[in-house]
């Protein structure tokens, strides 16, 4: 599986050109079938696996484990919640995670029961130089049982997707099951890191694994990635949840208590012009402290069931995107029926109001896209439009 030098030259000569061009050039020739999937994989996975990439001998078995990999900047954020220095992952698929974690601990054991799997990442654990990583092709369950090796991290990526496809988001519907095995993992490791669906529910989580959980919910500033559960066993400190959000210009982490959450008292005010408006990244809107982030950053939430704050001056360090509050108008027939003639084009976001962004833009007549926002809300029991700019920062 490994790629000659005289096949990663074509490839990087090739990078570029057309993919099925190139199949129907070289149809039959399985060797150049084989640097042809490099090519479409490495445009595939260029954003995420930015770094990783830049090892030219990298290879991916399949198209489908460039889809599935985790990202090389989440990598790193798994890698910084591992304890100890020997590690079990469990799921190790493209090794992504594994190769991380092998660079901050002395040893790391990573099974993978796909065989066309195991042998890439073989092959990719020379090319990144990493020495440390114990590669197994196996049943992780069925080894775990077996072995009588100790961890002080077990690390697990449990199949998110039922049959046919469907996606399933309970912890007990994944393969392996973690619940099920709770009690032989709790036998096996000191601390347990389970990756799962961002759909998941945070309260669910802990339930199913115990009050010992610590959540992390992880996601970019546009889209909630995941949520991670963080399992120390026999430990008394008080679990929380905290909101990651990472990119390359994005680093914002908003951890609080759930008993935080519970005694935070809100602060309510109506939007006006000049004033700063915030909109919570997705994985700080997943974990659900919404009275913390009005307390905590002194900001106004706009109405009890409308997740948006505001506040007169900047707020640094504020969870979320900042805009700048341009016009407030009350949503009604008067201000719909002139709304295209100032905003032919705006961008539309809903929270907490009676229509859909597509809905709103059908009544008021107008396009999506631009710089400028639209946010159509419920502010202190009133419907009304907001429009903001960018902030500048």
Not at 109 to 122: K, Q
Not at 158 to 186: H, N, Q, T
Not at 211 to 224: L, R
Not at 310 to 316: A, F, L, N, R
Request: glycine share 4%.
């Amino acid at each position: 599986m490994e790629l000659d030098s005289e096949t990663l030259d074509w490839i990087d000569l090739n990078a570029k050109a057309d993919a099925s061009a190139l199949r129907l050039k070289y149809a039959g020739d399985s060797q150049k079938s084989f640097a042809i999937l490099q090519i479409e994989c490495r445009r595939k996975a260029a954003t995420k696996l930015n770094e990783t990439l830049a090892c030219r001998e990298f290879i991916f078995p399949t198209s489908l484990s460039a889809e599935q990999c985790t990202s090389d900047i989440l990598a790193h954020f798994h890698a910084s919640l591992v304890k100890g220095d020997s590690v079990l992952d469990m799921t190790a698929g493209l090794c992504i995670d594994a190769f991380n974690v092998a660079r901050e601990v002395r040893h790391i054991i990573a099974i993978e029961r796909n065989e066309i799997l195991t042998e890439a990442a073989e092959t990719n654990a020379e090319a990144l130089g990493i020495n440390n990583i114990e590669i197994i092709n196996a049943d992780s369950v069925g080894w775990l049982q077996a072995t009588d090796r100790r961890f002080d991290t077990i690390f697990i990526d449990p199949a998110r997707r039922g049959e046919g496809g469907k996606r399933i988001f309970a912890l007990s519907d994944c393969e392996p099951d973690v619940v099920e095995l709770l009690p032989l993992i709790r036998q096996k490791c000191s601390r347990l890191i389970v990756k799962a669906s961002p759909m998941l529910d945070i309260s669910s989580v802990i339930s199913s694994l115990g009050s010992e959980t610590t959540i992390y919910i992880t996601g970019s500033p546009t889209e909630c990635k995941e949520v991670v559960a963080v399992v120390d066993f026999g430990s008394s400190a008080i679990p929380s949840i905290n909101a990651v959000t990472l990119s390359s210009t994005v680093d914002s982490r908003f951890s609080f208590t759930e008993q935080e959450e519970r005694e935070a008292i809100p602060s309510y005010s109506y939007p006006m012009a000049g004033m700063y408006l915030y909109e919570p990244y997705p994985a700080a809107m997943k974990s659900g402290g919404f009275s913390l982030m009005s307390s905590r950053f002194g900001a106004y939430k706009l109405d009890k069931n409308t997740h948006l704050y505001i506040s007169e001056k900047t707020i640094e360090n504020f969870p979320g995107e900042r805009f700048r509050i341009l016009e407030v108008h009350p949503f009604s027939k008067q201000v719909v029926k002139s709304f295209t003639e100032k905003y032919p084009e705006i961008n539309i976001s809903t929270r907490n109001f009676i229509l859909k962004p597509t809905e709103l833009a059908k009544k008021l007549k107008i396009k999506e896209g631009g710089i400028l926002r639209l946010f159509a809300v419920k502010a202190l029991n009133e419907l009304c439009l907001i429009i903001t700019a960018p902030a500048a920062d």
